[in-house]
């Protein structure tokens, strides 16, 4: 028993001793913001981003009136995005926005939070891509908000790249329709596309398919004009031969619809 009683102390410390080696990151106190703030970019330059994260935290925390906070603030939000936390360096970019609005910044940091959202959208077109809009939403406020950045685009191929999926979900939907043979449907989604994203290039396979489904139909004057929009709007088109080959055969066909009416 007094064995016991002699070692607990010497138990204690090392417990204590464990407890202080695993905060989950360096234990450096430096005496002023910015010398935590050198230690910090530091382990962000050397890809340890959740060292970083750490530290950043800190000296936002223990120097919230000094002059490099906003810096810490963005490299905090970039060290979220280098560890691929997409949504948390959102965050971080938009309280940059909201805390520091005469950061330099600020530029940078909005057009961040749209690339933040775009990244943060599952791969996979046909899940949830409500992030997608949000991402639009703010590289289009980033584009009016910042008109002469070098960073414009950048965010408009970001916002293409957004677009492109949103309508290859449009055009995923009318092709499940278009191959349960419910036509009228399917042209409702691949008009969508044509309507909403007509900048990408699922433009031109939406009419390609819309001139398609009239043919399926046996609707040869309507898929005639159709296909005949299709060669005028998208001449250099991968799909030019094949529409032409259906104008033959939509031709042959009118051609005996027209013969059996001035039979009758």
Same mark, same amino acid.
């Given at each position: 028993?007094?064995?016991?009683?002699?070692?607990?102390?010497?138990? &204690?410390?090392?417990?204590?001793?464990?407890?202080?080696?695993?905060?989950?990151?360096?234990?450096?106190?430096?005496?002023?913001?910015?010398?935590?703030?050198?230690?910090?970019?530091?382990?962000?330059?050397?890809?340890?981003?959740?060292?970083?994260?750490?530290? *950043?935290?800190?000296?936002? *925390?223990? !120097?919230?009136?000094?002059?490099?906070?906003?810096?810490?603030? @963005?490299?905090?939000?970039? =060290?979220?995005?280098?560890?691929?936390? @997409?949504?948390?360096?959102?965050?971080?970019? =938009?309280?940059?926005?909201?805390? @520091?609005?005469?950061?330099? !910044?600020?530029?940078?940091?909005?057009?961040?939070?749209?690339?933040?959202?775009? #990244?943060?959208?599952?791969?996979?077109?046909?899940?949830?891509?409500?992030?997608?809009?949000?991402?639009?939403?703010?590289?289009?406020?980033?584009?009016?908000?910042?008109? %002469?950045?070098?960073?414009? /685009?950048?965010? #408009?191929?970001?916002?293409? /790249?957004?677009?492109? #999926?949103?309508?290859?979900?449009?055009?995923?939907?009318?092709?499940?329709?278009?191959?349960?043979?419910?036509? #009228?449907?399917?042209?409702?989604?691949?008009?969508?596309?044509?309507? %909403?994203?007509?900048?990408?290039?699922?433009?031109?396979?939406?009419?390609?398919?819309?001139?398609?489904?009239? !043919?399926? /139909?046996?609707?040869?004057?309507?898929? /005639?004009?159709? !296909?005949?929009?299709?060669?005028? &709007?998208?001449?250099?088109?991968?799909?030019?031969?094949?529409?032409?080959?259906? &104008?033959?055969?939509?031709?042959?066909?009118?051609?005996?619809?027209?013969?059996?009416?001035?039979?009758?």
């Amino acid at each position: 028993m007094k064995r016991a009683i002699i070692c607990l102390p010497v138990f &204690l410390s090392i417990i204590i001793f464990m407890i202080g080696g695993c905060g989950g990151g360096p234990k450096y106190a430096g005496s002023t913001a910015d010398e935590q703030f050198r230690h910090a970019k530091k382990e962000y330059d050397k890809g340890h981003y959740l060292n970083a994260i750490d530290l *950043f935290q800190r000296v936002l *925390f223990n !120097f919230p009136g000094a002059t490099v906070v906003d810096t810490a603030q @963005y490299y905090l939000a970039h =060290s979220y995005y280098g560890n691929k936390e @997409y949504e948390l360096a959102a965050v971080e970019f =938009s309280r940059l926005l909201t805390n @520091y609005p005469r950061s330099p !910044f600020i530029d940078n940091a909005q057009y961040m939070v749209g690339v933040c959202y775009l #990244k943060n959208t599952p791969k996979h077109y046909g899940l949830d891509q409500e992030d997608l809009k949000k991402s639009m939403d703010a590289l289009e406020d980033f584009i009016i908000d910042n008109p %002469d950045s070098p960073l414009i /685009e950048d965010a #408009k191929k970001s916002i293409l /790249e957004a677009r492109t #999926k949103l309508a290859r979900k449009a055009y995923s939907n009318g092709m499940t329709y278009l191959k349960m043979y419910s036509y #009228k449907a399917a042209r409702i989604y691949f008009q969508m596309v044509i309507d %909403d994203y007509t900048d990408t290039e699922y433009a031109s396979r939406a009419l390609f398919k819309i001139a398609e489904s009239y !043919f399926k /139909e046996k609707k040869y004057s309507e898929a /005639e004009g159709k !296909f005949g929009n299709f060669l005028t &709007l998208y001449p250099d088109n991968e799909w030019i031969p094949k529409a032409r080959e259906y &104008l033959e055969e939509i031709s042959y066909w009118l051609s005996i619809q027209n013969a059996s009416g001035e039979s009758e």
